[in-house]
């Protein structure tokens, strides 16, 4: 098995309605067939909805302050929280006030039995 290095500095990133972000991990850059990685960076006020969608997700804070909604519900994280989301299950994660965020999300799709 080989090693694969990737720089995420050289890839490109790209801005959309919930924040910027880029693809740092799939099939095209590692070959890696059943998940897909992305930094993602959040401004004050902007918020970031993680969908169920059949998949398995995990979501870092690497970097600020947000807010994520679970059940309706607002938690306050700080550098180094993460959630993990089953495939029914969503959640949204905000900056807070002042406060950039970057998070890292691994997206795993549900196993077929």
Known sequence: MSLTFIDTNALPRVSTPQGDMKAVLNEDLAGAKNVNGFLRWLKDGETYDAVADDKHQ????????????LDGKDYEIAKGSGVYLGPSETASIRALPGKDVKLFQLVVPKPSN
């Open 58 to 69: 995990l979501v870092y804070l690497m970097e600020g302050q947000a807010s994520v909604k």
